[in-house]
C-alpha cells in the first residue's frame, strides 16, 4: 500500500494550484494563443512532475514498468520544453506568428525525438534497482544526446528570445516580461539546485521526487502577468478563493483517507467539484467581463457625447458669428433696393424695377434667416432676454392677420380673421417674441396652401386664450407631426418652399414654452389641411 506522506502531499497540492493557474489563464480569454500555449506548458509541467515523483518514490517491481516510466519523464519534459520555448516566442500576442523555422524544422524535430524515446535508441534497459525500489542505472543509446540537446535548446532560445522582448518593450508589456523573467530565474534555479547539483555533488536526491514544486513560481508570476488586472476583481478573486480551498479541502481528504473506498469516494467528489468550480469561475469571469466591456462602452459614449457638445457649442458660435456678420451687408442690400424701387435714384425702366424687387423680396427672406439663426443661438447659449410685459393678444393677431391677408390674396387664397374686438385677450409676454410666433405660423400656412383658406381665430376658455390658424394646405402625416418641432425639420411643405429653413417652427416651440404655453399642430393626414395652433396663460 501507497504510504502517504509530505512529498505526496507537495506534488498534489502544486498540482492542483498549477491546475487553477492553467484554467484562470485559459478562462481569462481562450481565443489568444499565448494563454492556450500557457496552458499547454502548464498541463505538460503537471504530467512531468506526476511521473517525475513516481519514478523517485514508487517501489517498481516489472522492469518495462520502470522502463515506460523513465522514457515517460524524457517525453513529458521535452514537450514542456518545447511549449516554454514557443510561450516565449509568441508571448504576449494573442495570435500565433509561427516562422518557417519552426513549422518545418523545430515542430517535426520534436516529433521526431518524442518517437525515439520510446526506442532503444534513448533506453535500451535497466541495469538495475536502488534498494528502496527505483530505477537505479541504465543503458542509453545516442537519442538521449539528441534529447538533451534539442530539450535545452529549446529552452535557452526562448530565454534569449523573452529577453530581447524585456529590452525592447515599454510600459505595461515591461512589467509583464520582468514577472516572467524572475519566475523563470527561480523555475531554473531550484530545479539545477535541487535536481542537479544536490544528487551530484552531495549525494541527495530527496528533493528530486518534488520538482513539481519548483515550476509554482514561474506558473504564478506567469499567469499573474497575462491575466494583469483581472484578479483584482473582488467578485472574481472571491469566486476562486473560495473555489481553491474547497479544492484543496477535498484533495487532503483524499490524500489522508485511511481505506481505499474512502479515497475512491473523495477522488470522486474532487473531479466532480474541480467540473463544477470551473463552470462557476467561468461564468463569473464572463459576467464580470460583460460588465467591463458595458463599462467601456458607457466611458466611450461620454466622451463623444462630450465632444458631441463641444462640436455643438462650435456651431453654434460660429451660427452667431456668421449670423451678425451677414446682419450689417443685408441691411445695406435691403436699404439700397428699397430706395431704387421707390424712385430716389431716378427713373429706372420696368424690367429693372422687376429686378430690383426680387432682390428686395430676396434680401428680406434671407434677413429673416439669419434672424432665425440667431435666435437659434442665443436660446442654446441660454442668451434669449423676455421682456415681459401685459398686453392684448387678441389685438396684436388681428393686427398681424390684416398684414398678412395681403399675401393670401396674391394667391387667391381665401382669408379670414376671427377676434372678437370687444373681448379682452390679456396675457403677460414678450410682444416682439410672440408677435414673431405669430407671424412665422399664419405666414406658414399662406405659403404652403395652394388653394382654398386660411382661417385665423383667437378664443379664450377660461383661464386659456387659444390662437389657431386653419389651412386648406397640405396636411401631414403622424409621424411628421411628432417631428415637426425640431430643429431644422421640415415636413412635405419643403417640397413647396426650399428656402425655409426649418427653424422657424423651432423658435416657436421654444419661445411659447419659455411664456410657459403649449403650441402644436393638428392634421387629419395629407392633403387634408393643418390646423397649428398656441395655447398662453390668460391674465
Known sequence: ????????????????????????????????????????????????????????????????????????????????????????????KEKANNKWWGVFVIFPLVILTSVLIFTPYVFSGILSFSASGQVDKVTSGPGLILFGILATGLVVAGLIILFIKYLKYKGMEKTQTRLILNGS?????????????????????????????????????????????????VKIITTELITFILWIFILI?????????????????????????????????????????????????????????????????????????????????????????EGDYGEINPKAKEMVDRILESSKNLAFVVEDLLNVTKIEAGGMQYVMA???????????????????EKKGLKFTCEVNPDEKFIVNGDKEKLMQVILNLIDNSIKYTKEGSVDVSVVKNGNKIRFAVKDT???????????????????????????????????AKE?????????????????????????????
Not at 400 to 408: D, I, R, T
Request: glycine residues 8%.
Open 1 to 92: 500500500m501507497i504510504q502517504f506522506d509530505i512529498k505526496l502531499i507537495a506534488v498534489g497540492l502544486s498540482v492542483l494550484v498549477s491546475i487553477i493557474i492553467a484554467f484562470v489563464v485559459l478562462f481569462n480569454k481562450k481565443s489568444s494563443a499565448t494563454n492556450r500555449t500557457f496552458f499547454a506548458f502548464t498541463l505538460a509541467t503537471i504530467l512531468w512532475g506526476i511521473v517525475n515523483y513516481v519514478n523517485s518514490q514508487y517501489n517498481f517491481k516489472n522492469e518495462q514498468f520502470a522502463l515506460l516510466f523513465l522514457r515517460l519523464n524524457l517525453f513529458f519534459g521535452l514537450w514542456q520544453s518545447f511549449f516554454l520555448f514557443h510561450f516565449f516566442k509568441i508571448f504576449p
Open 185 to 233: 530565474f527561480f523555475m531554473f534555479l531550484f530545479i539545477i539546485t535541487f535536481n542537479f547539483i544536490f544528487p551530484t555533488f552531495f549525494g541527495n536526491s530527496v528533493y528530486m521526487s518534488v520538482a513539481a514544486v519548483f515550476a509554482i513560481p514561474f506558473l504564478v508570476l506567469t499567469g499573474y502577468s497575462i491575466i494583469k488586472y483581472h484578479l483584482f476583481n
Open 253 to 341: 481528504r483524499a490524500l489522508v483517507a485511511n481505506s481505499l473506498e474512502e479515497r475512491v469516494i473523495n477522488g470522486g467528489l474532487f473531479i466532480i467539484v474541480i467540473i463544477v468550480g470551473i463552470s462557476l469561475i467561468k461564468s463569473v469571469r464572463k459576467e464580470v467581463e460583460q460588465r467591463e466591456k458595458l463599462e467601456v462602452l458607457t466611458k466611450q459614449l461620454e466622451e463623444a457625447n462630450e465632444k458631441l457638445k463641444g462640436l455643438d457649442k462650435l456651431k453654434t458660435e460660429f451660427l452667431s458669428l456668421a449670423s451678425h456678420q451677414l446682419r450689417s451687408p443685408l441691411t445695406a442690400i435691403k436699404g439700397y433696393a428699397s430706395m431704387i424701387t
Open 390 to 408: 401685459e398686453f392684448n393678444f387678441g389685438q396684436m393677431v388681428a393686427e398681424e392677420a390684416k398684414e398678412l391677408s395681403v399675401n393670401a
Open 473 to 507: 394646405g397640405m396636411g401631414m402625416t403622424g409621424e411628421t407631426k411628432e417631428t415637426l418641432f425640431k430643429k431644422f425639420a421640415r415636413g412635405e411643405g419643403g417640397k413647396m418652399n426650399a428656402s425655409g429653413t426649418g427653424l422657424g417652427l423651432y423658435l
Open 511 to 539: 419661445i411659447i414654452e419659455a411664456h410657459k404655453g403649449k403650441v402644436g399642430v393638428d392634421s387629419d393626414g395629407l392633403g387634408k389641411g393643418s390646423t397649428f395652433w398656441v395655447e398662453l396663460e390668460a391674465i
